[in-house]
T-cell receptor
């Protein structure tokens, strides 16, 4: 069974640009969550999508948005990039219950110059 | 609200020695608890989880953790460290809202 796939693995952008990251969950998983990992703030929850609906949201500004498609694949978009958005963005998939394991992808490392 | 505290951002042990990584949580409802490991330039891999039932949980690679409700702890242990255990370890808690709240992580160094 294929794992969680995130593309691209690395991205370099400049301030003010926007970026879209992609995540393909494990087959059969309907929940996709996104996390931001930085040395200063650690791992922080961005949002969760389940069956194409945002079900849960963390404390991030509106520049961070996402969506989920009917095949459960998800995209995350960051508009008007800031230097502080440089981070490892991790996607996790699960069947959707709190007690269930979230399986993580390898992440997309975003560098904002 | 839920939170996780991992005591010790860096832990160093000798190969063959006991590994003990500490995790304390705060949750207003019965929590689900997880330990993940992260190797450089990789995502998170689940080591073990506690949901309900037996409080001593065994995971992969010889790791285990014990849920102690009275101490609000979920410490991770391994009897004998191996060089390949060197990585960063994260404790996480989840409640009904499904999002994982992570601790700040503990970097484990294993000395030969």
């Amino acid at each position: 069974k294929a794992g969680v796939t995130q593309t691209p693995r690395y991205l370099i952008k400049t301030r003010g640009q926007q970026v879209t990251l992609s995540c393909s969950p494990i087959s059969g998983h309907r929940s996709v969550s996104w996390y931001q990992q930085t040395p200063g703030q650690g791992l922080q929850f961005l949002f969760e999508y389940f069956s194409e609906t945002q079900r849960n949201k963390g404390n991030f500004p509106g520049r961070f948005s996402g969506r989920q498609f009917s095949n459960s694949r998800s995209e995350m978009n960051v508009s008007t990039l800031e230097l502080g958005d440089s981070a490892l963005y991790l996607c996790a998939s699960s069947t959707g219950e709190a007690k269930n394991i979230q399986y993580f992808g390898a992440g997309t490392r975003l560098s904002v110059l | 609200a839920q939170s996780v505290t991992q005591l010790g951002s860096h832990v160093s042990v000798s190969e063959g020695a006991l590994v003990l990584l500490r995790c304390n949580y705060s949750s207003s409802v019965p929590p689900y608890l997880f330990w993940y490991v992260q190797y450089p330039n990789q995502g998170l891999q689940l080591l073990l989880k506690y949901t309900t039932g037996a409080t001593l949980v065994k995971g992969i690679n010889g790791f285990e953790a014990e849920f102690k409700k009275s101490e609000t702890s979920f410490h991770l242990t391994k009897p004998s460290a191996h060089m390949s255990d060197a990585a960063e370890y994260f404790c996480a808690v989840s409640t009904g809202r499904r999002a994982l709240t992570f601790g700040s992580g503990t970097r484990l160094q294993v000395q030969p």
